[in-house]
């Protein structure tokens, strides 16, 4: 049992406290409150435990899955939950004593230096909630940096974020929040032109974007910037060794979905929310980051650093109230990163990219319709001659998740299916999908 | 020497082109067949290129520079560093869990969609509170996510004039930024001589201005607000809600129910009272319980039980503050709460908190004389004490922190809470045995004892650690954040 004591220990404990029992410590406590009844399921042994959960695990149905929408399926090699599960690891707090949490610290400094070389910007934090909560912040960010007051954000963010975006935002003084339109499955550019008007703080760009299409990000950057505004971009983690980088693009902030990076989907929870910027920023990032330092006789440590930007020394001036870090979920990235290596990465990537165009060449190749024509990563979108929410059910009893139904965004996409192929699939698996698809 | 000993060579310092830790088929196309040159990238460079025999030993050497609750005492206070049983890494773990997509069809995802659920009942039943979200990431997260409730229940009924949160200093420091991540004005209110809010203060700061009251309970120098009643009352009376900051409720689990005492929000932290290990900073998870008159705001969706007995994320929440974070939560998270509150009964939960009461009030005693305890009363989970200056010789509370590493405990919470002098914040934890407790206070009273004798000893620890002490100065003035 997790509560030790004897009532020997209790015997001793209590009467060095010099109370008669247990309750006489809780006499702070409104009396006729104290031990409220409660009905609760009888206790379960380990043992009972473990099977009640294995059954409840076993309703969950196994499907091929081809669903994406900002939660991927990737293969994750076994070293990854071998090391991150380590009670070193997982039992260990925030570093706040440096000098007995070096392991920690330098796991984080080890992945600040991964994601700052994969997306070829200057600072990265010691990660966010996910992918959503840290595009909040860096678009409240925009806010702080240039004294703005409107942030613009693609129509083509996922609905979660927009939503979150909105949560996020919707008490800030004075602030407008303006979505700017697709046209042909990608930022309209002339729209966005007319949207940046000299109150703009910030334009938030997912690139690829929820629809799975490549942003013409050069393009979008130079005319953020011209309007003296700060860009956004929510990044895909295993598109960037492919891709090009929001480094190279100008992004200012860079924000990421990390689950992707040696991270199970758990039904969306917990994400890695990846948050990195230009130099400049530093002290804009909400959140813990860890700096190298030396120790007093020059030896090598690594610590949290810059913390008088964080809520427990500025308390209602800090930049954020966030006090934690996604920190395990950083170490399964930072153990997988390491693990495949740049040529690893682009591997994985590459793959993603070719199954995706297979698929979607099998699929018009069996009479199917690709709604845009743009460039994709591994997602694209299929439209079918009924709606996708059926063909999802139906799919669904075949052993398949056929793709996230796009009618939930919006009606004119009510036959429109975003599918998402990862390297987890293979030809068979491909070939199963098209003829599953057939007749749809 | 120092070469070959080197333990904390960075894994891109032990990188060789060309080593690989895992492989993959290969591509059989170039990417520039579907994507043209401007849309790709040249290079990757700066990333490790290892092994995996090399990755294993470097992330298992790094592990091995950490303390951690498997190997060490960690009475971290008002975080709550209690034993998490091992069996819930292998459960939440499962392969029908951990493969579980988000958007997955229903059907195919009851099994997690019934666990959340039951989740939801069961805090409500140990809160006596009327509806719980699963959504937020963390206790902070969960702060924001209830003052936003507040601030969505406010606006509804119109009420645009409450601009303020009221928040005792006794709180935890993430209040006072919470109030202003959602656009209040804070109001600090000082705690009377028994650091316990001082109900003048309170009724002078409580207005037509008041939107909400923050208050931790048990609060940061580890005691229960004993008013509260008569302060629930006085917030309810100026029209403005009561929120709980319920991450010490290991101290009422079972003992108590949040809602008899009056509490309109709260958030609990499934990673301090109910079993989540920390994982170093995160995740985890933070849910957001509230009252019948205010839980129709909660952010959107919660899990719900349809009357053909199946499970669903789908229903309507047309009043609801909106999402919080993508997705339903940090899910793997609370499964593991989920299994804690399965593997314990309404009687094993009131002996959690009377044990986390127990060993903090047997922790104060014991070092009654070494270091007292700032406010001289029992206590609830944590005992906050000080340091008896004329006795220290020049040691402070950070080197009494850092000369518990060479002893192999880790330090307690120090510094913190700010209306405590040199602080240090003791949360045993209801998992400690007694043998624990003395051993720690027995080091406590040995570096009291080398404060009088040997101060330096103290001053320059730690001593046996993989590092001495940082120069965190020269780490902010000229950050190093990557290689």
Redesign the interface.
């Given at each position: 049992?997790?509560?030790?004591?004897t009532d020997e220990?209790?015997k001793?404990?209590?009467q060095?406290?010099?109370?008669a029992n247990?309750r006489?410590?809780?006499?702070?406590?409104?009396q006729d409150?104290?031990?409220?009844?409660?009905?609760?399921?009888?206790?379960?042994?380990?043992q009972a435990?473990?099977r009640?959960?294995?059954?409840?695990?076993?309703?969950?149905?196994?499907?091929s899955?081809f669903?994406g929408?900002?939660?991927e399926?990737h293969?994750i090699?076994a070293?990854v939950?071998?090391?991150s599960?380590?009670?070193?690891?997982?039992?260990?707090?925030?570093?706040?004593?440096?000098?007995?949490?070096?392991?920690?610290l330098?796991?984080?400094?080890?992945f600040?230096?991964?994601i700052?070389?994969?997306f070829d910007m200057d600072?990265?934090s010691?990660?966010h909630?996910?992918?959503?909560?840290a595009m909040a912040e860096a678009a409240a960010a925009c806010l702080r940096v240039n004294n703005r007051h409107t942030i613009l954000y693609s129509a083509g963010l996922?609905p979660?974020?927009k939503?979150?975006l909105?949560?996020?935002l919707?008490?800030?003084?004075g602030l407008k929040l303006k979505e700017v339109p697709l046209k042909d499955g990608i930022v309209d550019l002339q729209e966005l032109q007319k949207q940046l008007t000299p109150d703009v703080s910030g334009f938030v760009v997912a690139g690829p974007n929820f629809l799975g299409q490549?942003e013409p990000l050069?393009d979008i950057s130079d005319l953020v910037h011209k309007a003296g505004a700060l860009l956004v971009a929510v990044a895909k983690p295993l598109a960037?060794?492919?891709?090009?980088?929001p480094g190279?693009y100008g992004a200012d902030f860079a924000v990421a979905?990390g689950q992707p990076l040696g991270n199970?989907?758990?039904?969306?929870?917990?994400?890695l929310g990846i948050f990195t910027c230009k130099k400049e920023f530093?002290r804009q990032v909400p959140g813990?980051?860890?700096?190298?330092?030396?120790?007093?006789?020059g030896?090598?440590?690594?610590?949290l650093?810059?913390?008088?930007r964080e809520?427990?020394i500025?308390?209602?001036?800090?930049a954020?109230?966030?006090?934690?870090?996604?920190?395990?979920?950083a170490?399964n990235a930072v153990?997988y990163?390491?693990?495949?290596?740049?040529?690893?990465?682009?591997?994985?990537a590459?793959?993603n990219?070719?199954k995706a165009?297979r698929l979607a060449e099998m699929l018009q190749a069996a009479g199917h319709k690709l709604k845009f024509n743009g460039?994709f990563?591994n997602e694209f979108v299929v439209e079918l001659n009924v709606p996708a929410k059926q063909v999802?059910?139906k799919l669904?009893k075949k052993g398949i998740?056929a793709g996230?139904d796009l009618g939930q965004v919006s009606k004119d996409l009510k036959n429109c299916l975003l599918v998402c192929v990862t390297?987890t699939k293979t030809d068979a698996d491909l070939q199963a999908y098209v003829d599953a698809l057939r007749g749809f | 020497m120092q070469e070959i000993l080197a333990t904390n060579k960075l894994s891109i310092e032990k990188s060789h082109a060309g080593r690989r830790g895992v492989r993959f088929e290969k591509p059989q196309f170039s990417p520039d067949k579907y994507v043209p040159a401007k849309y790709l990238r040249k290079s990757v460079d700066r990333l490790p290129e290892m092994t995996e025999q090399d990755t294993v030993r470097h992330f298992t050497n790094l592990s091995r520079q950490n303390y951690c609750l498997d190997s060490h005492f960690y009475p971290l206070g008002s975080c709550t560093m209690k034993y998490n049983p091992k069996a819930y890494d292998r459960l939440s773990a499962l392969d029908g869990f951990a493969n579980a997509h988000p958007f997955a069809p229903e059907e195919a995802v009851q099994g997690t969609l019934e666990i959340l659920y039951n989740l939801q009942e069961l805090l409500k039943e140990i809160t006596g509170l009327s509806a719980f979200t699963l959504q937020p990431a963390a206790g902070a997260h969960g702060e924001l996510t209830g003052i936003l409730t507040a601030r969505a229940y406010f606006d509804a009924k119109k009420d645009k004039k409450r601009t303020e949160v009221i928040v005792p200093d006794t709180a935890h420091g993430t209040n006072p930024a919470t109030s202003n991540m959602a656009g209040y004005k804070v109001i600090n209110i000082h705690s009377g001589p028994d650091g316990r809010v001082d109900l003048n203060a309170l009724q002078n700061a409580l207005s037509e201005r008041t939107a909400v009251v923050m208050l931790t309970v048990p609060n940061t120098v580890g005691l229960f607000e004993k008013d509260i009643r008569q302060i629930a009352d006085m917030v309810h009376k100026a029209g403005a809600l009561l929120y709980m900051d319920g991450a010490n409720f290991n101290a009422l689990i079972g003992v108590a129910k949040s809602a008899d005492f009056g509490v309109d929000i709260m958030h609990l932290n499934l990673h301090k009272t109910f079993a989540a290990p920390h994982g170093g900073g995160g995740p985890g998870s933070g849910p957001v319980g509230a009252a019948a008159h205010v839980a129709p705001y909660l952010p959107k969706p919660l899990v719900e039980k349809l009357p053909n007995g199946t499970f669903t994320v789908r229903g309507k929440m047309p009043k609801s503050l909106g999402k919080m974070k993508s997705f339903y939560g940090n899910i793997a998270v609370c499964l593991r709460g989920y299994a804690y509150l399965r593997q314990f009964d309404g009687k094993t939960l009131k002996e959690i908190a009377e044990n986390a009461v127990l060993n903090a009030n047997y922790m104060r005693v014991l070092l009654k004389e070494a270091f007292p305890a700032f406010f001289d009363t029992v206590c609830m989970h944590e005992c906050v004490l000080t340091i008896q200056k004329d006795k220290m010789n020049g040691v402070h509370t950070t080197d009494v922190a850092k000369r518990l590493l060479d002893y192999g405990f880790y330090a307690p919470t120090i510094y913190f809470p700010l209306i405590v002098p040199e602080a240090i914040m003791i949360e045993p934890t209801e998992t400690e045995n007694r043998d624990a407790l003395e051993a720690f206070a027995k080091a406590l009273c040995v570096i009291f004892d080398e404060a009088q004798k040997e101060p330096q000893l103290v001053k320059d620890a730690p001593h046996n650690q993989p590092v001495c002490r940082i120069d965190e100065v020269g780490a902010a003035r000229e950050p190093n954040l990557h290689w």
């Open positions: 049992m997790f509560t030790p004591h220990d209790k001793i404990m209590l060095k406290i010099g109370a247990v006489e410590l809780l006499q702070q406590i409104p409150l104290l031990y409220p009844k409660l009905n609760l399921p009888a206790a379960l042994t380990e435990l473990t009640h959960l294995q059954e409840l695990s076993a309703k969950n149905k196994p499907l899955n669903i929408a900002g939660c399926e293969f090699p070293a939950n071998a090391l599960s380590r009670g070193e690891f997982l039992t260990a707090y925030t570093p706040y004593q440096a000098e007995a949490s070096q392991g920690t330098q796991t984080i400094y080890e600040q230096s991964c700052c070389a994969l600072v990265c010691a990660s909630y996910d992918g959503a909560t996922h979660h974020y939503e979150v909105k949560t996020y919707k008490y800030v003084p490549l050069e960037l060794p492919l891709l090009h980088t190279q979905e199970a989907m758990s039904f969306g929870g917990p994400g530093v813990r980051i860890v700096g190298m330092a030396k120790d007093k006789n030896k090598r440590s690594f610590v650093t810059l913390q008088a809520q427990h500025r308390r209602e001036r800090a954020s109230n966030i006090c934690s870090n996604q920190a395990l979920c170490l153990i990163m390491t693990l495949l290596g740049p040529e690893g990465l682009r591997e994985v590459e793959l990219l070719e165009h460039y990563f999802i059910k669904a998740a996230y390297e | -």
